[in-house]
């Protein structure tokens, strides 16, 4: 279990889904499930017992990285377009993002730049701006490790609070029409952990 604090984010009431809706759901349909995951290694997070074929989408993004609606309209190359129109074409029920315990992009992140370093999409600035100011003045972790799985989990839900600024998002929320859900994996066990909005929490599924 990996604990949080509470109150860190600001997530609209019942906008998190249990893992037992996820994977005893009532009514299984192709493509009702979107998962945003990292790109390293070409992870394919998606492949546990209850993924039926077809019935998982997926996007890869550097750090499974969201850009705000601010963030979309400050910078053109950030347009959100295309995943508005996955949603349209989708009937998403469900909304994974998804992170791993070895995440060489945040643990590259931590690292300070090097000369001639470049970042390209302002992926480094952004986590900057958020995950790591939000885990720096908020908590005091024992090591270097401790730091680093804080980043890697509080950034999955930086995540989420980026998706749910973006109108055609929220609207289903409200409608609760989709459910969200943040994943940590353990890639030494292949163990997934679900965060628990009720107890701050990632718990093994």
């Known amino acids: 279990m990996f604990r949080l604090k509470a109150d860190l984010h600001r997530f609209p ?75 349209d074409k989708c009937d998403f029920r469900h909304v994974i993002v998804c992170g791993r315990l070895d995440s060489g992009v945040i643990r590259y992140w931590l690292q300070p730049m090097n000369d001639g370093d470049t970042d390209v999409g302002k992926f480094r600035l952004r986590f900057d701006n958020g995950t790591r100011h939000l885990v720096d003045s908020n908590y005091s972790p024992d090591s270097v490790t401790d730091r680093c799985t804080l980043m890697i989990c509080e950034h999955v839900l930086c995540q989420i609070e980026n998706l749910l600024t973006h109108p055609f998002i929220v609207k289903r929320a409200f409608a609760k029409q989709i459910s969200f859900h943040g994943w940590i994996i353990d890639d030494k066990t292949a163990r997934v952990f679900a965060y628990s909005f009720e107890e701050s929490a990632y718990v093994p599924i």
């Open 13 to 87: 009431t019942g906008v998190f889904g249990s893992a037992g809706d996820l994977i005893r759901p009532t009514d299984v349909r192709e493509r009702d499930t979107l998962m945003i995951a990292c790109s390293e290694l070409g992870t394919a997070p998606d492949n546990v017992s209850f993924a039926k074929p077809g019935r998982f989408v997926i996007l890869q993004h550097i750090g499974a990285s969201v850009p705000s609606k601010v963030e979309c309209d400050n910078h053109e190359e950030l347009a959100f377009d295309d995943v508005e129109a996955l949603f």
